[in-house]
């Protein structure tokens, strides 16, 4: 975990100093509760969070209660709670699985298809990926170098070629080759534009329908750098495919890493993997006990 530690550096900054120092004083007016709330909607927790959160602090400071780094505890435990509530499931059932990396433009879809395959190739699965991005040789390209990187094999087509052929190609090149895992590349697409969403889910339709044992589903990759922003993305995003995942990128350059909190508690969908870096190793698997312990610093207990 020392890279998520490491990556959230500019969130936990930007909370936890100056949480710790109106909590830990043990006393609490309204005055300062306010304090709290600002600074908690400034680090990107959302609404929803921050109000349960500010409720629990209201109630725990009427009781009187003033022990000792007791709210900044109380702070740490909501949390959890919360993201105790969205905890990732099972892989779908079905092989090989059949992973559709999905987003808007820029936010880090192929660097993180080449993460993962190296992660997974590690941990001794075999992986293939499908460049399903052929509106760009640029983006067919980019996945190819990824691929080097990795040592994965590429399943790719010409420029123009339909995504979801190239997607049944692979898919089909991974069983007869006994490959465990494919990440299928998809174009960056605005989430507002209906016929590219639609060309999303005729991915979907063809490998579900004409290879019915794979075990299908999508991540989809949001930028942390975006904050609240990237809500309205993944409920459109979310709305329309079978999301079972998020992946959250450039963790390392935001401070708002707290935005991991709405977006698993808005749309029920965990976060899977944090990027941490531009390296090929900078992913992690997200633990958000991991989380809230980089976040609000090691005065906590979870």
């Not at 100056?18 to 005055?31: A, F, H, N, R, V």
């Not at 977006?263 to 990027?275: A, M, R, S, T």
């Amino acid at each position: 975990m020392r890279r998520l530690v490491q990556g959230l550096k500019r969130t936990k900054d930007r909370l936890f100093a100056p949480l710790q120092g109106i909590l830990s004083s043990g006393l609490l007016d309204d005055e300062l509760i306010d304090e709290v709330e600002a600074l908690l909607l400034s680090a990107d927790l959302g609404v929803e969070a921050t109000d349960r959160i500010i409720e629990r602090l209201r109630e725990e400071a009427g009781s009187g209660s003033d022990e000792e780094g007791g709210y900044l505890q109380l702070v740490a435990r909501e949390l959890l709670g919360i993201t105790d509530e969205v905890a990732p499931g099972p892989a779908p059932e079905g092989s090989p699985r059949v992973i559709v990396i999905i987003g808007v433009n820029g936010v880090g879809k192929t660097s993180t298809i080449g993460k993962l395959a190296h992660l997974y190739m590690r941990e001794g699965k075999s992986v293939m990926l499908a460049a399903c991005d052929t509106f760009r040789a640029a983006a067919i390209e980019q996945l190819g170098m990824w691929a080097d990187r990795a040592k994965a094999p590429l399943v790719r087509q010409d420029m123009g070629a339909d995504p979801a052929a190239v997607a049944f190609d692979a898919v089909k090149s991974a069983i007869s080759k006994n490959i465990d895992i494919v990440l299928v590349d998809t174009a960056g697409r605005l989430h507002t534009k209906t016929n590219l969403m639609d060309e999303l889910g005729k991915i979907f339709r063809v490998i579900s329908s004409r290879i019915p044992d794979a075990g299908l589903e999508a991540w989809l990759v949001l930028d942390a750098n975006t904050g609240q922003n990237s809500l309205r993305q993944a409920e459109v995003f979310t709305g329309s495919l079978p999301v079972t995942g998020i992946v959250l990128t450039k963790l390392d350059s935001t401070a708002k890493g707290g935005v991991i909190i709405p977006i698993q508690k808005k749309l029920g969908v965990p976060v899977v993997y944090v990027g941490v870096g531009e390296g090929i190793e900078d992913i992690e698997p997200f633990d958000h006990r991991a989380f809230i312990s980089a976040i609000l610093g090691d005065r906590v207990s979870l």
